[in-house]
Nanobody, 131 residues
Framework: QVQLVESGGGLVQTGGSLRLSCAAS????????MGWFRQAPGKEREFVVA?????????????YYIDSVKGRFTISRNNARNTVYLQMNSLKPEDTAVYYC???????????????????WGQGTQVTVSS
């Protein structure tokens, strides 16, 4: 079993920044995919960013962002702490949502953008961007 705990959400003004954290515990091996999704009220859960661990990718992990956050959001990780971060800069009101981290264990070369690709989810953390 894997447990994921998000933190770092809050209320911020347009143009501000937040850093979300996703702390993982349990059995996570070298092959995995980890992603961030978000869900705004009345909308479906939306893919934000994901990466494949370096054990799968030839490069130091392959990372994928949705177009609306490219250049503003950055995913990073601290392997020693089993923690993944989402640095969010230049926040906009349309970024307001509950943000979830998710992980899929094992080798996986399929699409990363849909929720069914992931095995474990955190409880979410609220991000609110005021205009």
């Amino acid at each position: 079993q894997v447990q994921l705990v998000e933190s770092g959400g809050g209320l911020v003004q347009t143009g501000g920044s937040l850093r979300l954290s996703c702390a993982a515990s349990g059995r996570i091996f070298s092959n995995y995919v980890m992603g961030w999704f978000r869900q705004a009220p009345g909308k479906e859960r939306e893919f934000v960013v994901a990466f494949r661990s370096s054990a799968i990718s030839r490069a130091d992990g392959s990372t994928y962002y949705i177009d609306s956050v490219k250049g503003r959001f950055t995913i990073s990780r601290n392997n020693a702490r089993n923690t993944v971060y989402l640095q969010m800069n230049s926040l906009k009101p349309e970024d307001t949502a509950v943000y979830y981290c998710a992980v899929r264990l094992g080798y996986y070369s399929g699409d990363l953008w849909y929720t069914g690709a992931y095995d474990y989810w955190g409880q979410g953390t609220q991000v609110t961007v005021s205009s």
